[in-house]
């Protein structure tokens, strides 16, 4: 039987991140996708101009109705907007992996979780979290301490497992420095061990849903049966690919190739 996954997320009408990108990793890594949307964004690659938040309770419900007919064996959730949509996700328990993105601004810089629900993901949903999935702006305020190097990452990642969350992977892409001008680093913390998941840096403006595909490819890897580790591993490489060899698409920054090879 096709293994199921399931998305707690925002829609992007571009199709570069959120909901879309991510059903799109479901269906290219072999997991039927089911949704449930969060918020609902006006934007494109070079703008995000509008965002408006869904009735909890309507949240809710979209959980409930898959929760009851589709049992999902992974689910992930993404953009979630206020602190009653965070709060209304933590309520419910999930039989399965649940990988949190705790996705606080959008390419643009557009906030997608106010302060209020930042603390409320921190306090309620990241103690339910199998793993959390931050960059290192979103693992840094959830620590509260700096993350600027390797040492920094591992320390934020550690920090955050004492809130409650099994499994920490931190990603790197953004730091700076001349270790980090031809190389990403990403650090997975799972069962006390620090895994290194390092890569060469491309020189794209095309990293649009990057956050997104990464943790729905993990999500879908989870759901097939595979252990944190390896379901990270596999994730990165596809991520890679993804943007290696992005299509191109729109004028500014624009999406992933979502149907990248994940055989590599």
């Known amino acids: 039987m096709i293994p199921i996954a399931l998305t707690i997320a925002g829609s992007d009408p571009g199709g570069g991140a959120g909901i879309q990108a991510d059903l799109k990793v479901f269906h290219q890594l072999g997991v ?33 109705a898959v929760l009851e007919d589709f049992p999902p064996q992974a689910a992930k959730t993404g953009a979630l907007g ?20 705790p996705v606080m601004r959008g390419k643009h810089g557009a906030p997608l979780l106010d302060s ?43 920090r955050i497992t004492e809130l409650g969350a099994r499994s920490v992977l931190i990603k790197g892409g953004h730091l700076e420095g001349p270790e980090f001008r031809h190389e990403t680093l990403d650090i997975l913390y799972h069962d006390g061990v620090f895994t290194e998941l390092r890569a060469p840096r491309l020189d794209t403006r ?29 994730a990165h490489r596809f991520v890679h690919e993804a943007i290696r060899t992005n299509p191109g698409l729109g004028a500014g920054a624009g999406p992933l190739n979502y149907w990248a090879d994940d055989s590599l």
Do not use: W
């Not at 206020?82 to 993105?101: E, Y």
């Not at 930042?118 to 305020?141: H, M, S, V, Y």
């Not at 595909?213 to 879908?220: G, L, M, P, Q, V």
């Open 32 to 64: 039927f996708g089911t949704s449930a949307v969060t918020l609902i964004t006006v934007q494109n690659s070079t703008r995000m101009s509008r965002v408006e938040l869904l009735d909890p309770r309507l949240v809710s419900e979209q959980i409930d």
């Open 82 to 101: 206020n602190a009653a949509i965070v709060a209304s996700i933590a309520s419910r328990s999930f039989p399965c992996p649940l990988v949190v993105d």
């Open 116 to 158: 209020a629900a930042g603390e409320a993901l921190r306090d309620f949903l990241l103690p339910k979290a199998t793993l959390l999935t931050p960059n290192i702006e979103e693992a840094a305020l959830l620590a509260g301490v700096p993350v600027a190097d390797a040492d920094q990452m591992r320390h934020a990642a550690a």
């Open 206 to 234: 095309h990293t649009h849903g990057t956050g997104c595909a990464y943790s729905a490819a993990i999500t879908a890897y989870l759901a097939r049966g595979l252990g944190m580790p390896e379901a990270v591993r596999r």
